[in-house]
């Protein structure tokens, strides 16, 4: 279970569908607890990146994921786009010279965005926000892989931790964003940023099981 | 969806295309969504900007006097630190640079961010961050206090005080009393639709009306029934008064619309905000009532109040040659 850059194009074009086949559901969690505009600039972000697939494919694994985090920091904007940029830059070092993610490497790339997320927003678990479902899945991940069940448990790990840590937003008050705005702190409602985090955790795990 | 645009990706970019055309004193840089002074000048360099749909904001205050560069997000998001970066080189002398950032989670990472890019390039880089929305609670744990509307003084006498050509701290110094002296709170009358979207991202009905909403939309303090001009000046100067004394102080009063509202509607809240102020021993030394920081097609109005001082209520009345700001 192996992805080169052409195969993470592959994965950036799933992501990119998965988005546009939820738009309405994100942006009207968004509209609840935030101001509505967290699908339209992942959306930029992801055809942004698309539009360049023949150059990005042909970059190393680590320059493309260089590459993909300046791309997203620029085109999304906001929030999103300096967590994942910064999240994307972290992540190509940790990936270093090496040309294709293997699971293990996986889970040191997950745990380096996790890293540059938190440091660079000031988050942690439990804010209500995508930390969460990262955070979770990267835990049962690296869990299942400690007691050596081997890369297809691990990817189904990481799938049902990042759904729980999406789940587990609803209940959570906001600390961090927009969110906290609310008098009730957003509980009772699913953070759609941790809703289009799990999305792209869903897509990558089933890219390396396929 | 009813919009004068072309493409929803594009709005921005056509927006600062046609405002530099329309303003000979500014220049667009397309690749980083950044309008800055043509004439540039030896003296602190200001830049403050945010998620577009707030116009006149930030492009309609660069100009003499005001700010020397505004940065232009995407529709009420960030602008991203390379854009940043490029409004802090341009807006940057040598005589040091200050960001003025409104308290969005977003806006301090980014131009944070940015700061940061600009001192590994050697540019001195200080900022100060407006929080004056009294609707929320403010909070050293969590996000905090909105910057709203008297972002605009803010630019304001800022930029008159870097035009005199004081330093970046003396400059940081009179922005950060400004900003603890300022104190705004708003209200909500109809949605506004992101042009991405195509429709509003919340319903307030026929007999509803939001107080305490954020100038994206972000949820307020209360929904009641519509009121009179004179209640809604009540109550929102009720919670300005709760949060801050202002009695026996000479302000500036601004009442903002929201981007929809009639400049009728503006100046009846102003007049009622107005009367109810001499009574508390409160002079208004300068009234600003207009679309200073608005939210699309929003209807809805803020009042901001800001306790002047002599050196404050000079630097207010300053010079300013800014498209939306002329003094």
Partial sequence: ??????????????????????????????SVTGDGDHWV??????????????????LSLGELFKKIGMLVMSTVGGSSGVLYGSAYIKASQAIGQRESL???????????MLDAIMARGGAKPGFKTMIDPLYQGLEAMK??????????????????????GMEATKAMEAVKGRATYRTDKGVGHLDPG????CYQLQVLADCFSS | MKKIINNPDHVVSEMLEGFAKANPSVVYFPEAEVIARREKKAKVG?????????????AGYVGEGMLDVAVAGNVFASPSADRVLKGIQEASSGKGVLLIIKNYSGDIMNFNLAKELAEMEGIEVDSVVVKDDVAVKDSTYSTGRRGIAGTVLVHKIAGAKAESGASLAEVKRVTEKTIANIRSMGMAMSPCILPGVGKPGFVLGENEIEIGMGIHGEPGVERTAPQSASALAETLLGKILADYDFRGSEVAVMVNGLGSTPLMELHILFNEVEKRLEPLGIKVRKALVGNFMTSLEMAGASVTLLKLDGELATLLAAPSAAPAFRA
Wanted: charged share 25%; proline share 2%.
């Fill in chain 1, 102 to 112: 293997d699971v293990p490497l996986l889970a040191e790339v997950l745990g380096a």
């Fill in chain 1, 143 to 164: 869990a299942a892989l400690a007691v050596g069940k081997g890369d297809r448990a691990a990817l189904d790990a990481l799938r049902a931790g990042s759904i729980a």
């Fill in chain 1, 194 to 197: 941790a809703v289009t985090m």
């Fill in chain 2, 46 to 58: 200001l830049v403050s900007g945010g998620g577009s749909g707030h116009e006149p904001a930030h």
């Fill in chain 1, 1 to 30: 279970m192996k992805i080169d850059a052409k195969g993470y194009m592959d994965y950036v074009a799933k992501v990119a569908q998965k988005l546009a086949d939820n738009r309405d559901y994100v942006t009207e969690l968004d």
């Fill in chain 1, 41 to 58: 600039n992942m959306d930029l972000g992801f055809r942004k990146l698309l539009e360049q697939r023949s150059t990005l494919e042909a």
